[in-house]
């Protein structure tokens, strides 16, 4: 389904701030988010120009900028280098904004251009112009404008981050009415990514999408999780069997060892690099430290791959065979954990709890009262609601953090809260 630019005002309002004074401007965020969209919305009506690069030598990269981008300049002139591209920018008119995207790809085949932008943005940048770099992968751009010993630390002017859209905002773009459990599961099966969303059909079901995107043949995601580990130079099979582990119930670090059959120590790096790439997310116990307390848990952060690694990995070759009620189910499982993020993500101060033989999910801190949350992807009755108000009271006397608060409130959260 082609579907129309919606849902970006916030970016767009920051890139136009940032424009106005010139320099260097960083766009980063994962594969398929919608950056090049997002930017090459912004650029049309500015006369921006705008190359996504390609995975070739450096000579060839060049050429392919200027293939992009060399009829607008007005020049016979035909660059060697990343210096002689770089001066027909300072001699130009007319044009005040360049965007190069997937810029890691030009880095890996000339290690030395951040060195060559850097001298370029302090020495010649005309006034007014406006470089635009932007990426993909979050290891590559962290290394290129967030590390201290990089030649561009510190030079851009504004580092804008493009994040999954909202449940919202997909309904609005795919023109599905929000407000019921079928529109939310359907997002819990592609989550913010607008390239996923494009093969959402306002009157398919959710296990029609999930035929279509996981399950089908030639399905559009079946190699996705590779994808993202090969943009982000995660090599090795270590990083999709963490994921594999997580996907199949072990949170903490030392259930995802054992299922590796390895020492948690040997563990550390695959993590670090899994959680710098905003692939796994960690969560600690409400009110605790993460440099004291040792109770981390991992969860896996996007939908869709969660999805992937929860539901199609270890349930593929039996697929088919299952009923109409087993897939349903196996969907629905997912969603709700998809429906608890959606909840707890509207407080940002909100995180699960957890202790010997106590769990919440989630807990915040409201005007000194704690407010302690149940979460239930359905719609609930009087009877079910208090039956787990009590059941949440009874955890809270039992739970240590009780004695941290004099005040408490219990809430349940269903369904119904995605009408409002």
């Given at each position: 389904m082609e579907l129309l630019f919606t849902n970006r005002a916030d970016e767009l309002k920051e890139l136009d701030s940032a424009a106005k004074a010139g320099g260097l401007l960083v766009v980063f965020g994962r594969r398929r988010v919608g950056k090049t969209r997002l930017l090459t919305h912004w650029l049309k009506p500015r006369n921006g120009l705008y190359s996504q690069a390609i995975e070739a030598a450096a000579a060839i990269q060049i050429e392919q900028v200027m293939r992009d981008i060399g009829p607008a300049l007005k020049t016979n002139i035909t660059p060697k280098n990343w210096v002689e591209l770089l001066e027909l920018f300072s001699l130009q008119k007319g044009h005040?904004?360049?965007?190069?995207?997937?810029?890691?790809?030009?880095?890996?085949?000339?290690?030395s251009l951040p060195s060559v932008l850097q001298r370029w943005l302090d020495h010649q940048r005309p006034k007014?112009?406006?470089?635009?770099?932007?990426?993909?992968?979050?290891?590559?751009?962290?290394?290129?404008f967030l590390n201290r010993a990089a030649p561009l630390y510190q030079r851009a002017?504004?580092?804008?981050?493009?994040?999954?859209?909202?449940?919202?905002?997909?309904?609005?773009?795919?023109?599905?009415k929000p407000g019921d459990m079928e529109s939310f599961t359907r997002f819990a099966l592609v989550g913010g990514i607008p390239k996923y969303w494009e093969f959402v059909e306002p009157k398919a079901s959710a296990l029609d999408l999930a035929d279509e995107l996981f399950f089908g043949r030639s399905a559009f995601l079946e190699d996705e999780p590779l994808r993202i580990l090969r943009d982000e130079n995660i090599a090795g099979m270590t990083a999709q069997s963490v994921l594999e582990a997580v996907g199949r119930g072990a949170e903490?670090?030392?259930?995802?060892?054992?299922?590796?059959?390895?020492?948690q120590t040997n563990l550390g790096r695959t993590f670090q690099q899994l959680l710098d790439a905003s692939i796994l997310a960690r969560e600690i116990p409400y009110g605790e430290s993460l440099r004291s307390t040792k109770k981390s848990r991992y969860?896996?952060?996007?939908?869709a791959l969660r999805f992937w690694f929860q539901i199609y990995s270890p349930h593929r070759t039996r697929w088919q065979t299952y009923s109409w009620a087993?897939?349903?189910?196996?969907?629905?499982?997912?969603?709700?954990?998809?429906?608890?993020?959606?909840c707890r993500q509207q407080h940002p101060d909100a995180a699960?709890?957890?202790?010997?033989?106590?769990?919440?999910?989630y807990v915040r801190d409201e005007q000194g009262r704690a407010v302690v949350s149940e979460v239930k992807f359905k719609k609930l009755t009087a009877t079910e609601r208090r039956q787990l108000e009590h059941h949440l009271t009874n955890g809270w006397q039992r739970c240590s953090l009780s004695r941290r608060f004099r005040d408490v409130k219990f809430e349940i959260l269903d369904a119904t809260i995605l009408g409002k």
């Open positions: 005040s904004i360049l965007c190069l995207d997937e810029f890691p790809y030009l880095v890996a085949s000339d290690p007014s112009f406006t470089l635009v770099l932007a990426g993909s992968s979050a290891s590559a751009m962290n290394d290129c002017r504004k580092l804008i981050h493009v994040e999954p859209m909202s449940y919202r905002a997909f309904c609005e773009a795919c023109g599905i903490k670090p030392s259930e995802i060892a054992a299922r590796l059959g390895t020492a969860r896996i952060q996007d939908p087993e897939r349903e189910k196996l969907i629905h499982d997912h969603a709700s954990t998809v429906f608890e993020d959606y699960r709890y957890w202790e010997a033989n106590v769990e919440f999910d």
